[in-house]
């Protein structure tokens, strides 16, 4: 419990003016002037604890105290340890209040009543935002009203935000700040369009939330020249964290002019953990409102008295600063030497380190304080945060450094990741600090041990858990010797050999058909290849698969396929693809043209090797095109190929020059490369000589959002681009499988724990049950769960379903109607303007899913439908402002759209508790009938703990001569055990075991 104070104000002593806040207290002590300035020996000895041995460039994370700061912590100690009582009831407020002074002093306050001392810049947020949560709570503010913060704004008040103003009702708006970033210029643009963002619809800012110097990645953020834009913009009020500040760069904060200012003491300052303070103006009426999250005695008496008194604790860190400005004063030119000693130190080091490593530095010296970021070798592989983690843990623990790495994963608008001087995409920084304590070896130390890492073929990959390995970019020659030992061995029942792959994240499981465009081009002249074959797409719908492949003595090759459990963010996973794949080039179909829908939903991957070495790649196994493809190393203008593993043919011993170009045209964007040839291993098989396309052009958006390297073929070989054989034929000429046939059987059992199996070479006759019924597979197309819109909207309307794109659309313009409007009006930019509002991404073209939170809803901001519904919105509301119709009758006509929006064309919700009074469902098939239950053509997916029944049928509407055109998915593939036999141009189909 709360130690009290007794109520007798003399003895108190805090309540007869030596600790009121009000200003009348003692002044602080004249600061003590040593004789000499501090030398190098002295700074040695004042930092003599620190472990040696360590490259401790990390003072940013924790802060550093001297040996002279410490003994008066711990003379402190002793008085508060020997009579406690006497401490707390005489000397406690006095130290308290001649610390305080000190602070007003050192940042230009207006009065010691103005600063109060808490134990981090963290309780500082939490007393802003409490207030503000109260405000909110108490009717002061609307719901929804604003509050903006910076995205890159420190991860607990990130969090306080949430838990705090959030949750009460506030609508949080998020800065997206370019990094690396080039001026601050850019800073302030960004600034002022999320404002703008946050002000639409004449919705009030509240409250504006503004790092001085960020943390991860560390930025000096123009302050001053954002509160003077928020206080032209009519912003509430405006709160400067500046946790990183005092000690780093100047603070006054009557100059800044923010209402709320904290930074902690501990981190530049030299005091022992933890102290900081939290200035607030005098003349403000909500300084008076303020309160300290722990409320004990004192409670009601103002800020710097609540936080001076919070219970029984250990107050010595915040009675030392008068110490800590001894011994800063000990330094030529005081905080201000400190100041551009350590500035010019780190920029300097830094320089040394991104010299070495080919990289540079993530932002200008004027927007550097004593930290600065420094850009890695790409190849060294950060590709999350837990990558960058445990890179940072491994320079702990096995070179003695300290230091932090940031893995950037934030891009604003079209800004594309910066590359090395090998050409690879720098996804990790290490944030070096410069202390008076550091020296020139602790940065070499780090310098050499990048150094050696890279040279080792080390890659972040390596330091993954087991079973979680991805591959590393392509600059290590030696990274992950083969498939078998970056997945790691497994064995089966029998003691084969298995290879781990992985889940695409982006496949939505639900049957879509599109077009195929293909042609090669040789060099000096162009050739259209003929397709003489329908493109028999199966659609492998769903649950997303991990998948194990091993070889077998029967001479097939078996993919054992696991099931992961679909949820809505599986789900909607590959909308952004599929949206684009829905515009099909239908003029272009025609004798060479076969038309493929949304290679997202037709698929199978997992990870191959290429190559000897292997280089490994996450890919596509694709029934609907004939070709392999990978991303090349000489990609050079294309973002997706610097997000994704890259083929380099110098790194291979078996590698045979082709050169002969060659474009592949999809509906949903094209690729464009040159085919090479070399050894592909797929499991323990190694196909010789396979001849692949090394793309050199990946423009559409599609490949930059896939998880996927690259697609692998297994479609007629006359339908490949180059008549480059298909690796399954390949395999039959190399006598690696007994047959020129595959099948797939998919475990419809959710508790089993495998999912299904693909067997190359022939079938497993414990998948299906009697005969196969095949059906010839020829030009004129076989009338084969997707189909024309006319009949799937009769069956989705029979069993009940509506359109969840049409219930998103409707929730989309009830929340977000005025703001399009109002953005629209103001001449906002339609194709950024759903990633504005926070429902979309910005890819320089048009928005595509967000998957950063900035929004209350976290679930909604995720969702790829509000991203759909947002940019309908966009052109129904644009569409009627053009025809000046009033606010009320645009907002009616764009909720009538969203009523009528087809069922069909999106996911169709069911009732779950009805499914057991829906119709069977039957196709014929070669005379054949083959027919489906409720349960087995109705899609089960999790959502928010609930389970969400879906129509497992989409419409697709191709016109002749192509269609109409049915395909068959996974939904039918589950029933249905499915024989591809490409010697007879057949496809079988058997009752699935």
Same mark, same amino acid.
């Given at each position: 419990?709360?130690?009290?104070?007794?109520?007798?104000?003399?003895?108190?002593?805090?309540?007869?003016?030596?600790?009121?806040?009000?200003?009348?207290?003692?002044?602080?002590?004249?600061?003590?002037?040593?004789?000499?300035?501090?030398?190098?020996?002295?700074?040695?000895?004042?930092?003599?604890?620190?472990? &040696?041995?360590?490259?401790?460039?990390?003072?940013? $994370?924790?802060?550093?105290?001297?040996?002279?700061?410490?003994?008066?912590?711990?003379?402190?100690?002793?008085?508060?340890?020997?009579?406690?009582?006497?401490?707390?009831?005489? $000397?406690?407020?006095?130290?308290?209040?001649?610390?305080?002074?000190?602070?007003?002093?050192?940042?230009?306050?207006?009065?010691?009543?103005?600063?109060?001392?808490?134990?981090?810049?963290?309780?500082?947020?939490?007393?802003?935002?409490?207030?503000?949560? !109260?405000?909110?709570?108490?009717?002061?503010?609307?719901?929804?009203?604003?509050?903006?913060?910076?995205?890159? &704004?420190?991860?607990?008040?990130?969090?306080?935000?949430?838990?705090?103003? &959030?949750?009460?009702?506030?609508?949080?708006?998020?800065?997206?700040?370019?990094?690396?970033?080039?001026?601050?210029?850019?800073?302030?643009?960004?600034?002022?369009?999320?404002?703008?963002?946050?002000?639409?619809?004449?919705?009030?800012?509240?409250?504006?939330?503004?790092?001085?110097?960020?943390?991860?990645?560390?930025?000096?953020?123009?302050?001053?020249?954002?509160?003077?834009?928020?206080?032209?913009?009519?912003?509430?009020?405006?709160?400067?964290?500046?946790?990183?500040?005092?000690?780093?760069?100047?603070?006054?904060?009557?100059?800044?002019?923010?209402?709320?200012?904290?930074?902690?003491?501990?981190?530049?300052?030299?005091?022992?953990?933890?102290?900081?303070?939290?200035?607030?103006?005098?003349?403000?009426?909500?300084?008076?409102?303020?309160?300290?999250?722990?409320?004990?005695?004192?409670?009601?008496?103002?800020?710097?008295?609540?936080?001076?008194?919070?219970?029984?604790?250990?107050?010595?860190?915040?009675?030392?600063?008068?110490?800590?400005?001894?011994?800063?004063?000990?330094?030529?030119?005081? %905080?201000?030497?400190?100041?551009?000693?350590?500035?010019?130190?780190?920029?300097?080091?830094?320089?040394?380190?991104?010299?070495?490593?080919?990289?540079?530095?993530?932002?200008?010296?004027?927007?550097?304080?004593?930290?600065?970021?420094?850009?890695?070798?790409?190849?060294?592989?950060?590709?999350?945060?837990?990558?960058?983690?445990?890179?940072?843990?491994?320079?702990?623990?096995?070179?003695?450094?300290?230091?932090?790495?940031?893995?950037?994963?934030?891009?604003?608008?079209?800004?594309?990741?910066?590359?090395?001087?090998?050409?690879?995409?720098?996804?990790?920084?290490?944030?070096?600090?410069?202390?008076?304590?550091?020296?020139?070896?602790?940065?070499?130390?780090?310098?050499?041990?990048?150094?050696?890492?890279?040279?080792?073929?080390?890659?972040?990959?390596?330091?993954?858990?087991?079973?979680?390995?991805?591959?590393?970019?392509?600059?290590?020659?030696?990274?992950?010797?083969?498939?078998?030992?970056?997945?790691?061995?497994?064995?089966?029942?029998?003691?084969?050999?298995?290879?781990?792959?992985?889940?695409?994240?982006?496949?939505?499981?639900?049957?879509?058909?599109?077009?195929?465009?293909?042609?090669?081009?040789?060099?000096?002249?162009?050739?259209?290849?003929?397709?003489?074959?329908?493109?028999?797409?199966?659609?492998?719908?769903?649950?997303?698969?991990?998948?194990?492949?091993?070889?077998?003595?029967?001479?097939?090759?078996?993919?054992?396929?696991?099931?992961?459990?679909?949820?809505?963010?599986?789900?909607?996973?590959? /909308?952004?693809?599929?949206?684009?794949?829905?515009?099909?080039?239908?003029?272009?179909?025609?004798?060479?043209?076969?038309?493929?829908?949304?290679?997202?939903?037709?698929?199978?991957?997992?990870?191959?090797?290429?190559?000897?070495?292997?280089?490994?790649?996450?890919?596509?196994?694709?029934?609907?095109?004939?070709?392999? !493809?990978?991303?090349?190393?000489?990609?050079?203008?294309?973002?997706?190929?610097?997000?994704?593993?890259?083929?380099?043919?110098?790194?291979?011993?078996?590698?045979?020059?082709?050169?002969?170009?060659?474009?592949?045209?999809?509906?949903?964007?094209?690729?464009?490369?040159?085919?090479?040839?070399?050894?592909?291993?797929?499991?323990?098989?190694?196909?010789?000589?396979? /001849?692949?396309?090394?793309?050199?052009?990946?423009?559409?958006?599609?490949?930059?959002?896939?998880?996927?390297?690259?697609?692998?073929?297994?479609?007629?070989?006359?339908?490949?681009?180059?008549?480059?054989?298909?690796?399954?034929?390949?395999?039959?000429?190399?006598?690696?499988?007994?047959?020129?046939?595959?099948?797939?059987?998919?475990?419809?059992?959710?508790?089993?724990?495998?999912?299904?199996?693909?067997?190359?070479?022939?079938?497993?006759?414990?998948?299906? /049950?009697?005969?196969?019924?095949?059906?010839?597979?020829?030009?004129?197309?076989?009338?084969?769960?997707?189909?024309?819109?006319?009949?799937?909207?009769?069956?989705?309307?029979?069993?009940?379903?509506?359109?969840?794109?049409?219930?998103?659309?409707?929730?989309?313009?009830?929340?977000?109607?005025?703001?399009?409007?109002?953005?629209?009006?103001?001449?906002?930019?339609?194709?950024?303007?759903?990633?504005?509002?926070?429902?979309?991404?910005?890819?320089?073209?048009?928005?595509?899913?967000?998957? %950063?939170?900035?929004?209350?809803?976290?679930?909604?901001?995720?969702?790829?439908?509000?991203?759909?519904?947002?940019?309908?919105?966009?052109?129904?509301?644009?569409?009627?402002?053009?025809?000046?119709?009033?606010?009320?009758?645009?907002?009616?006509?764009?909720?009538?759209?969203?009523?009528?929006?087809? $069922?069909?064309?999106?996911?169709?919700?069911?009732?779950?508790?009805?499914?057991?009074?829906?119709?069977?469902?039957?196709?014929?098939?070669?005379?054949?009938?083959?027919?489906?239950?409720?349960?087995?053509?109705?899609?089960?997916?999790?959502?928010?703990?609930?389970?969400?029944?879906?129509?497992?049928?989409?419409?697709?509407?191709?016109?002749?001569?192509?269609?109409?055109? !049915?395909?068959?998915?996974?939904?039918?593939?589950?029933?249905?055990?499915?024989?591809?036999?490409?010697?007879?141009?057949?496809?079988?189909?058997?009752?699935?075991?």
């Amino acid at each position: 419990m709360d130690s009290a104070p007794p109520d007798e104000s003399v003895e108190n002593g805090h309540r007869n003016g030596n600790g009121n806040g009000n200003g009348n207290g003692p002044s602080p002590p004249p600061a003590k002037r040593p004789r000499a300035v501090i030398s190098a020996a002295q700074i040695r000895a004042e930092f003599e604890h620190h472990e &040696a041995g360590v490259a401790r460039i990390n003072n940013g $994370s924790f802060g550093c105290c001297p040996a002279s700061v410490l003994d008066a912590q711990a003379r402190w100690q002793r008085v508060f340890i020997s009579q406690p009582d006497d401490f707390y009831f005489h $000397s406690l407020q006095r130290g308290l209040l001649r610390s305080r002074a000190a602070v007003a002093a050192l940042v230009n306050a207006g009065d010691v009543s103005e600063v109060s001392l808490v134990d981090n810049a963290t309780t500082a947020a939490a007393i802003v935002l409490q207030h503000a949560a !109260w405000s909110f709570a108490e009717g002061r503010f609307a719901r929804g009203d604003a509050v903006l913060m910076l995205h890159y &704004a420190y991860g607990a008040v990130k969090k306080s935000i949430h838990a705090y103003v &959030a949750r009460a009702g506030a609508t949080v708006v998020e800065v997206p700040l370019p990094f690396p970033v080039a001026s601050a210029d850019a800073i302030i643009a960004e600034f002022r369009a999320a404002l703008a963002v946050a002000k639409a619809g004449g919705r009030k800012v509240r409250l504006a939330v503004i790092d001085h110097i960020t943390s991860m990645p560390s930025v000096v953020i123009p302050v001053k020249e954002l509160v003077s834009i928020c206080r032209e913009e009519g912003v509430d009020k405006v709160f400067i964290d500046a946790a990183h500040s005092i000690g780093q760069v100047p603070v006054d904060v009557r100059d800044i002019g923010a209402d709320f200012y904290t930074s902690n003491l501990h981190k530049w300052f030299f005091c022992p953990p933890a102290v900081a303070f939290l200035h607030t103006r005098k003349d403000d009426p909500i300084a008076s409102q303020l309160h300290h999250p722990v409320v004990s005695h004192e409670y009601g008496n103002g800020l710097p008295m609540e936080s001076g008194w919070i219970g029984t604790r250990d107050y010595s860190a915040q009675l030392v600063v008068p110490d800590s400005i001894d011994f800063v004063n000990r330094f030529e030119g005081g %905080i201000e030497g400190i100041h551009s000693h350590n500035h010019d130190k780190v920029i300097e080091m830094g320089r040394m380190l991104a010299e070495a490593w080919g990289t540079f530095l993530g932002s200008p010296p004027e927007l550097c304080g004593s930290m600065v970021m420094v850009g890695l070798p790409g190849c060294l592989g950060v590709e999350s945060d837990d990558d960058a983690l445990r890179v940072r843990t491994m320079l702990r623990k096995d070179f003695m450094i300290e230091v932090p790495i940031y893995y950037n994963s934030r891009r604003v608008e079209a800004q594309e990741i910066a590359k090395d001087k090998n050409g690879d995409a720098v996804t990790g920084y290490v944030r070096i600090s410069h202390q008076v304590y550091n020296v020139r070896e602790d940065y070499e130390k780090l310098k050499d041990a990048v150094n050696k890492l890279v040279a080792e073929g080390f890659t972040s990959c390596k330091l993954r858990p087991s079973g979680k390995k991805m591959v590393a970019p392509d600059c290590l020659e030696a990274i992950c010797q083969s498939l078998l030992s970056s997945a790691g061995f497994l064995l089966d029942r029998e003691g084969q050999r298995a290879v781990r792959l992985f889940p695409l994240e982006l496949s939505t499981g639900f049957p879509l058909l599109s077009g195929l465009g293909s042609y090669c081009t040789r060099k000096g002249g162009s050739s259209a290849m003929g397709l003489n074959h329908l493109l028999l797409v199966t659609c492998l719908w769903t649950l997303s698969y991990a998948v194990l492949l091993h070889a077998s003595p029967d001479g097939v090759l078996r993919i054992d396929l696991n099931r992961k459990r679909l949820d809505k963010k599986t789900l909607a996973g590959a /909308k952004v693809a599929r949206q684009q794949s829905h515009h099909l080039r239908v003029d272009s179909l025609g004798d060479d043209i076969v038309p493929l829908d949304n290679f997202l939903d037709t698929q199978y991957f997992g990870e191959i090797g290429i190559g000897t070495p292997p280089q490994n790649f996450t890919v596509i196994f694709d029934t609907g095109s004939s070709n392999l !493809w990978v991303p090349s190393t000489k990609c050079y203008f294309s973002i997706a190929c610097y997000l994704h593993h890259r083929y380099r043919s110098k790194g291979s011993s078996s590698y045979t020059k082709n050169g002969e170009s060659c474009t592949i045209s999809y509906g949903s964007g094209s690729i464009a490369g040159f085919f090479s040839e070399d050894n592909v291993l797929v499991g323990d098989l190694v196909v010789k000589n396979q /001849k692949f396309i090394e793309t050199t052009s990946e423009p559409s958006i599609t490949f930059i959002v896939g998880k996927f390297d690259g697609i692998l073929g297994l479609g007629f070989p006359e339908i490949s681009v180059g008549k480059a054989p298909p690796i399954w034929q390949v395999m039959k000429e190399q006598k690696l499988i007994e047959k020129d046939v595959f099948s797939f059987w998919l475990n419809r059992d959710t508790d089993a724990p495998t999912g299904g199996e693909l067997v190359f070479g022939g079938v497993d006759p414990k998948h299906y /049950k009697g005969n196969h019924t095949y059906v010839p597979v020829t030009h004129s197309g076989t009338s084969l769960i997707g189909g024309p819109t006319t009949i799937v909207a009769q069956i989705n309307h029979a069993i009940g379903a509506e359109g969840i794109v049409s219930m998103e659309c409707k929730q989309v313009v009830q929340d977000y109607g005025d703001m399009i409007l109002e953005l629209l009006i103001a001449q906002a930019n339609p194709l950024r303007l759903c990633s504005q509002i926070g429902l979309c991404e910005f890819d320089g073209t048009h928005s595509v899913s967000n998957k %950063i939170e900035s929004v209350v809803d976290k679930e909604k901001v995720s969702s790829d439908l509000s991203c759909t519904a947002c940019e309908m919105a966009v052109i129904w509301i644009q569409n009627q402002l053009r025809q000046n119709k009033t606010r009320g009758l645009i907002l009616q006509y764009a909720n009538q759209l969203c009523e009528h929006l087809p $069922s069909p064309n999106g996911e169709s919700a069911v009732d779950c508790h009805g499914i057991s009074k829906m119709p069977n469902l039957a196709f014929t098939i070669a005379n054949k009938t083959f027919t489906l239950t409720p349960e087995q053509y109705i899609v089960k997916l999790e959502q928010g703990g609930q389970t969400v029944c879906i129509s497992g049928f989409m419409a697709f509407d191709l016109p002749p001569p192509r269609g109409p055109l !049915w395909i068959l998915g996974d939904v039918f593939m589950g029933a249905y055990h499915t024989v591809f036999d490409f010697g007879e141009n057949r496809i079988g189909f058997a009752e699935a075991a």
